[in-house]
């Protein structure tokens, strides 16, 4: 335990505290389980860096207002000397008595909106509770973190940007501060039992009510899968980051290209469609017939006739690719759209048992009796290694993908699943044969297709 004594406030730091406090990094994350006192060194930091340079201007978040007012702040206010900094509640920062105008300031800020953190010039950021998303924003955190390392630009200042969080599963935090490997990012970590202040009679109640998952979360500070079981093989995942990379060409913002189509090639696809400018994005995802690589996908919230005509013109790039789309709610609405735009003869039917000229739903419809089969195909594909995905967002999601306790495999709470269910669905395309590469299916090709098949 060391002692860190700054102007004339002495405060009394465990060794990871202190290790965080004085890390000069420019991006930092005290990641430690409940109790551990991540606030209380996040508090310090903000604190010692407002002392040693005067006029800096800082900002302090948390995922929402209400988690300002009843943990960051009052922590603060705890950690703050009241004769060197005063609270204005009015105005939601703290200031430096000696000069309230031009000297240290600390302002309070929700994530809940990023777009709400532009526009200030910073010499640091302190994000706490920063792994926690929600389910209509998995990503809002992250968000945030992106948008204040654009407003580190105060000159003079050290340009710092640091983290206290508990793990929430593999998320944003995993992937910025330990799976990229940057020499300007560091972790520490932190378990609640290294915090010699914590009362005993807390850590032993934690114990006895936490499982033993919940626990190396919320006690240990692990990144961990805490709410079910993994579905997908997380060795295999780990493996499988290996050939993830960034695409080679990427259009409109929406289009991520790979790996470009070859004279002869078979490809195949699935896609998981939403609509609108909140939720759940669309997602349609290409992959050689042959090899099982991906070799591009669409990827955003385009309008549903943006997405039709995307789908198609991707798909036709590919080949005329067999695509699974999914005709759920609005994504019936694309799928139409794609028969008028004249790929019907290579889409996926619902009936396609029937007659072609008999078919009458086109689309891949999930339901309580094709979810299960779909989502099992493609964990068999990652356990066989069939799949090769280049997309690291698809593989993180299948990270965060759980079977619950009743059974049901799931994205775990505020994590999104559109890269699953889109490969679910396009490997349902393969697995089962759906797609057929043949010349009977070119010769039914509707008049409206820019190509004929290349095979």
Not at 277 to 298: H, N, R, Y
């Amino acid at each position: 335990m060391t002692t860190q004594t700054v102007r004339r406030v002495t405060l009394k730091l465990h060794p990871k505290q202190d290790d965080f406090v004085a890390d000069r990094h420019p991006f930092v994350c005290f990641c430690g389980g409940a109790g551990s006192g991540k606030t209380i060194a996040g508090a310090v930091k903000a604190l010692d860096l407002m002392i040693r340079y005067p006029g800096i201007r800082g900002m302090a978040t948390a995922p929402t207002f209400k988690m300002l007012t009843v943990a960051t702040i009052p922590t603060v206010l705890q950690i703050f000397p009241r004769e060197l900094f005063e609270y204005r509640k009015g105005d939601n920062m703290m200031v430096d008595r000696a000069d309230p105008e031009n000297g240290s300031k600390l302002y309070f800020m929700s994530t809940d909106d990023p777009e709400h953190l532009r526009g200030a010039t910073l010499g640091f950021f302190w994000m706490d509770e920063a792994a926690l998303g929600t389910p209509n924003q998995p990503n809002v955190q992250h968000d945030a973190f992106l948008i204040l390392q654009a407003r580190l630009r105060q000159t003079g200042t050290p340009l710092q940007g640091f983290v206290t969080t508990t793990p929430k599963g593999f998320n944003w935090i995993h992937e910025e501060f330990v799976e990229k490997r940057r020499d300007n990012y560091t972790l520490i970590p932190c378990s609640a039992r290294e915090n010699p202040f914590l009362p005993k009679q807390t850590l032993e109640q934690m114990e006895e009510s936490y499982t033993d998952v919940f626990a190396q979360q919320e006690i240990e500070g692990l990144f961990v899968i805490v709410s079910g079981t993994a579905f997908f093989d997380q060795d295999r995942l780990k493996q499988m980051l290996v050939n993830v990379m960034k695409p080679a060409e990427t259009r409109g913002g929406m289009v991520s290209i790979w790996h470009l189509p070859v004279v002869g090639g078979k490809y195949f696809a699935g896609g998981d469609l939403a609509w609108g400018t909140t939720g759940a994005f669309s997602c349609l995802t290409i992959l050689d017939w042959q090899t099982g690589v991906q070799m591009a996908e669409i990827y955003g919230r385009p309008e549903r006739d943006e997405m039709a005509q995307a789908s198609v013109d991707l798909c036709r790039e590919y080949n005329d690719a067999y695509v699974g789309m999914e005709n759920n709610s609005e994504g019936m609405s694309i799928v139409e759209k794609m028969v008028d735009l004249g790929y019907k003869r290579r889409m996926f039917y619902s009936d396609w048992e029937k007659p072609r000229n008999k078919r009458e739903k086109p689309g891949w419809h999930t339901d309580s009796r094709t979810r299960p089969v779909m989502l099992e195909g493609l964990r068999e594909a990652v356990e066989r290694r069939a799949i090769v995905l280049r997309c690291r967002d698809a593989v993180d999601e299948m990270m965060m993908f759980e079977r619950a306790e009743d059974g049901t495999p799931n994205a775990i709470a505020g994590r999104r699943s559109d890269h699953v269910m889109a490969l679910s669905i396009a490997w349902q395309m393969k697995d089962k044969n759906h797609a057929r590469f043949n010349i009977e299916t070119a010769r039914e090709m509707s008049p409206l297709a820019i190509q004929p098949p290349r095979w």
